[in-house]
């Protein structure tokens, strides 16, 4: 007679098996979660520069020419109003950089434009992240279009 043995837990096999499940899952689902938090910078620091551009271009259209240019990180006076939440340009950008308002309109031409200056508190921001918004912005090429590199940064232009 075969005497049966009762059996209590998992084989060493069970185990490796369900360890190996889990870590294939994990390696599909991380990037996921760390690509959403850099889309949320991106996103944010889009809808940013898009509220800043806003207030810029209403006072324009209701007063027929542009704030003068304030120093890097100081929202012109004339659109304070515009803010409920304080100074959007007080803020670092979410993707690094700091904001910065530039108004080089003379008689013969010019531009208008939202730049994001490196500073020793917030550096650049990396060429994936520059490009993604300038997708969310733009066009996604970075010397292109409206959103494009400029000098030592990256400048949104308003008018020109």
Do not use: H
Not at 21 to 33: D, K, N
């Amino acid at each position: 007679m075969i005497e049966r043995t009762s059996r209590i837990g998992f084989t060493l096999l069970e185990i490796v098996i369900v360890i190996v499940v889990i870590g294939i899952l994990a390696s599909m689902v991380i990037p996921r979660f760390a690509n959403a938090q850099s889309d949320v910078r991106v996103a944010s620091a889009g809808e940013d520069i898009l509220g800043m551009v806003k207030a810029l271009e209403t006072y324009n259209a209701n007063n027929g020419y542009w704030p003068a240019e304030t120093a890097v990180g100081v929202v012109p006076p004339e659109i304070t109003a515009n803010f409920k939440g304080g100074n959007p340009f007080a803020k670092p950008c979410p993707i690094g950089s700091v904001y910065d308002y530039n108004n080089s309109v003379t008689s013969s031409g010019g531009t208008v434009s939202i730049s994001l200056q490196p500073s020793s508190a917030s550096p650049a921001p990396t060429i994936t992240d520059a490009l993604a918004l300038d997708s969310f912005l733009d066009d996604g090429v970075l010397n292109s279009g409206r959103f494009q590199t400029s000098g030592n940064g990256y400048a949104y232009r308003i008018s020109q």
